[in-house]
């Protein structure tokens, strides 16, 4: 049988068991058993974010829910779901105001409002998730709403739920017409939601933002009908098919809500205030969703700064969505972008070509800072959780708090992946590599129409930046690669400096390992290796000192001491390696006429970087031939 064939009646199964319906008085029974099927809006998009797992990574809580898609706004994260959802899920009073994310362009707004609709979708099709609604009300409102008020104290009381909200007039009318008052007779039935089918999650986009119609929020007579009810007060002459009707229990994003008209707006804003809000001729309807909106941080101030939309900012709650300033995840952000992309998803992008872009464009969000000895650049590092010199963890924080609207503008991740893809269209290979990103950026400011020289002057530096800190990487990569298993070639040198430190501390000798005979320690060989990172000659007793003192306490724990576990030691070990392989490597990557020898060297490196490194045959020549042309500065 095809396959999906299969897929296809196991999905139907899946949707029947998800069907269930009752009479309230079998509902009643779920409450009592589970009351948490009664819980608030907000309460289930916290539960639902909560659901998917918490972690603390140094300090910073990290919601689990954002990760596959959200990189590097753990902070920004944290703040909403715990100032926002959990404060409201507590029914305090945060949950009667709108969420307005505020965050410059391409920052990840639309993705966070996507995420939480379609994670509040697939949360109510689990059993923790499950919410009810009294069937055929068109805002499936939550049955509990039968009970009529003088009997809700003991309701709450013995099924440990807050009830909250007055009947639908529709449900009004069917309660009294059709069961006589009897509710408990009244059908209820899940609810699963779907924006496709317009149940518990909308969107509204205003049509025109001057003279916008409140019915499309809140429904609107039905004139088929309205004939034969006579009435626009009868609910069977109304269709309680606005966007906020459809949203009850579940989430609402609108679009574009600071360009409406003020009026407009009020209505919305008093709605979400009371909890309930006015349609048609009816008395208020009640509504229990979340309403979540976004905007640029220019767009907030002109509406701020109006006068006359003072009274709204209180019923409105601000939460900035900065651009992220890591360039580690900076990187992921564009490889998720790359993997969206047409263009580019089938080309090879070679190692580095994303962090270079990503240091351009986390540099262009960076505020300078007034702390002594720091530059943008190791603040980027910082950042990025990289060791700086004389820099510690906690001056990380302090960097933080000096700027509260650091990220809030800058380069956005769309305008490089655009860039990268124009570099590709140009270039017409199969392969992009750091330089052909780095000039693709740079021709970009070129072309940009509306761009300041100081604002050019100031990218322009950052391209700078960038390709210095490339150009150590590549010079790296090429000698790493030419030296036979580098790895071994390390060890060996870093065990070799360790026996002459040993007897050296020791005031013994050495036995050449071939001969036998009894040597001084190779002073030479120590210095040379020292030198490197400019251990004084004053100095080298106290770092091979330290040294033995480190092994011995690795020792004593158990744990192996090799050459990456001494941050400055392994730098001396690299640099010296570097510095005798660099004749060869100079000499080899850049004769025009290579000999037999050196062909087959080149041959090699190339091969090792294809095989080991990521690279393709094209970026790996392309290095070669750059880091040649760098050593022979
Ligand atoms: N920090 C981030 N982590 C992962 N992806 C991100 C991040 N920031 C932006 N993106 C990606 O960049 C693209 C643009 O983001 P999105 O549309 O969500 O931004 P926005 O803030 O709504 O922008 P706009 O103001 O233009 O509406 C999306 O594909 C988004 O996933
Ligand atoms: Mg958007
Ligand atoms: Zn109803
Ligand atoms: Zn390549």
Redesign the pocket.
Same mark, same amino acid.
């Given at each position: 049988m095809v396959k999906i064939l299969q897929e296809l009646e196991r999905y139907r199964q899946q949707e029947q068991a998800l069907h269930w319906e009752g009479t309230f008085a079998d509902y009643l029974r779920i409450v009592k058993a589970s009351p948490r099927v009664a819980q608030s809006a907000h309460a289930r998009v916290y539960n639902m974010i909560v659901s998917h797992g918490v972690e603390e990574v140094n300090g910073v809580k990290r919601y689990r829910f954002f990760e596959r898609?959200?990189?590097?706004?753990d902070r920004a994260l944290q703040r909403l779901v715990e100032e926002y959802f959990h404060a409201a899920a507590r029914r305090l009073d945060v949950r009667k105001r709108i969420l307005l994310?505020m965050?410059?362009?391409?920052?990840?707004?639309?993705?966070?409002?996507?995420m939480l609709k379609r994670g509040l979708e697939a949360y109510t099709r689990t059993d923790e998730g499950a919410l009810y609604g009294i069937k055929g009300c068109p805002m499936h409102e939550e049955p509990l709403h039968l009970i009529p008020a003088p009997l809700r104290p003991e309701a709450e009381r013995e099924l440990g739920v807050r009830i909250e909200g007055t009947l639908c007039p529709q449900c009004q009318l069917m309660v009294q017409e059709e069961y006589g008052g009897r509710v408990e007779e009244v059908p209820v039935e899940r609810v699963v939601f779907s924006e496709e089918r317009r149940i518990g999650i909308g969107t509204f986009t205003p049509s025109d933002p001057k003279s916008q119609d409140i019915s499309e929020l809140t429904g609107s007579i039905d004139f088929s009908t309205i004939a034969q009810y006579g009435s626009e007060s009868d609910p069977r002459a109304y269709r309680f098919d606005g966007e906020l009707n459809i949203a009850n229990r579940g989430v609402m994003e609108f679009q574009e809500m600071l360009k409406v008209d003020q009026k407009f707006l009020w209505h919305l804003l008093s709605l979400s205030q009371e909890g309930n809000f006015k349609a048609g001729r009816f008395a208020l309807i009640s509504a229990d969703e979340v309403i979540v909106a976004?905007t640029?941080e220019e767009e907030y101030r002109a509406f701020i700064a109006n006068k006359r939309n003072e009274a709204l900012h209180s019923r409105i709650i601000v939460m900035p969505?900065p651009?992220?300033l890591r360039v580690s *995840?900076e990187v992921?952000?564009y490889e998720?972008?790359i993997r969206?992309s047409d263009v580019i998803r089938d080309v090879h992008v070679a190692p580095h070509a994303l962090r270079v872009a990503s240091m351009f464009s986390v540099l262009s969000r960076l505020k300078e800072s007034k702390k002594q000895g720091m530059d943008l650049v190791k603040k980027m590092k910082l950042y990025d959780g990289e060791e700086v010199e004389e820099f510690k963890p906690k001056d990380v924080e302090e960097l933080r708090a000096e700027h509260s609207n650091e990220g809030m503008s800058g380069v *956005?991740?769309?305008y490089v992946i655009n860039r990268i893809s124009s570099a590709l269209v140009t270039k017409g290979t199969r392969c992009i590599g750091p330089l052909d990103v780095l000039r693709a950026l740079k021709e970009g400011l070129d072309s940009h129409p509306s761009i300041t020289d100081e604002l050019k002057e100031r990218l322009l530096s950052f391209i700078a930046i960038a390709r210095r800190e490339y150009d150590e990487t590549a010079k790296k990569e090429v000698q790493k690669a030419f030296v036979y298993s580098y790895e071994e070639a390390a060890r060996t040198l870093f065990d070799n400096y360790l026996d002459n430190v040993e007897a050296y501390c020791h005031w013994q000798k050495l036995k050449d390992p071939v001969t036998g005979e009894e040597m001084e320690p190779d002073e030479r060989l120590m210095r040379s290796i020292e030198e490197q990172i400019g251990v004084s000659e004053n100095a080298k007793k106290a770092f091979r000192e330290e040294i033995l003192i480190r092994i011995s306490t690795y020792a004593r724990r158990g744990k192996t001491f090799d050459y990456r576990s001494h941050e400055r030691l392994r730098e001396a070990i690299e640099k010296k390696l570097f510095a005798d392989m660099k004749d060869v490597v100079r000499i080899t990557t850049s004769t025009k006429t290579p000999d037999p020898d050196q062909i087959k060297k080149l041959n090699e490196v190339v091969r090792r970087l294809v095989d080991e490194h990521g690279y393709c045959e094209v970026c790996a020549n392309e290095l070669v031939r750059y880091a040649g042309s760098l050593l022979n500065r």
């Open positions: 898609e959200l990189f590097g706004l994310l965050g410059p362009v391409s920052g990840g707004k639309s993705t966070i409002v996507t976004h640029n969505i651009y992220n *995840d992921r952000i998720k972008l969206q *956005d991740p769309r």
